[in-house]
């Protein structure tokens, strides 16, 4: 099997199904700081589909869709349009935004981050 990009019309799908899956707060505050998804870089492991699609902004922190690893993220970026850091956490998209709520609320992230693969350590 080949792996594919997700399209712009399969993002919205899965957008809409994760709202139907939201608490209140989570809607509340999805919809105020969702965008029109488009296509963030993110190297190198975005540069095989052209980036990742970023969905929502919360002052420096951008929710995004890692579409290798088929879950939604959210990292700090200091350039518009590059994810900052890349991550590979399997969540829904309430997952994410509550996650961001904990955040407001406790004024810490509450949620973990799966990193990219690292290299195996040589036992010599």
Request: with cysteine.
């Amino acid at each position: 099997m080949t792996w594919k990009p997700l399209t712009e019309e399969k993002l919205h799908d899965m957008l809409n199904s994760a709202w139907q899956r939201m608490s209140l707060p989570q809607r509340r505050i999805w919809e105020a700081i969702r965008i029109e998804p488009q296509k963030w870089a993110s190297h190198p492991y975005g540069d095989l589909g052209g980036g990742f699609w970023a969905v929502a902004l919360l002052g420096q922190t951008v929710v995004w869709f890692n579409d290798i690893e088929d879950g939604f993220n959210r990292s700090h970026y200091t350039n518009h349009g590059t994810i900052g850091a890349y991550w590979c956490n399997q969540d829904q998209l309430e997952q994410t935004i509550q996650h961001l709520l904990n955040a407001i609320a406790d004024g810490s992230d509450s949620g973990g981050f799966s990193g990219p693969p690292q290299p195996l350590q040589s036992s010599t």
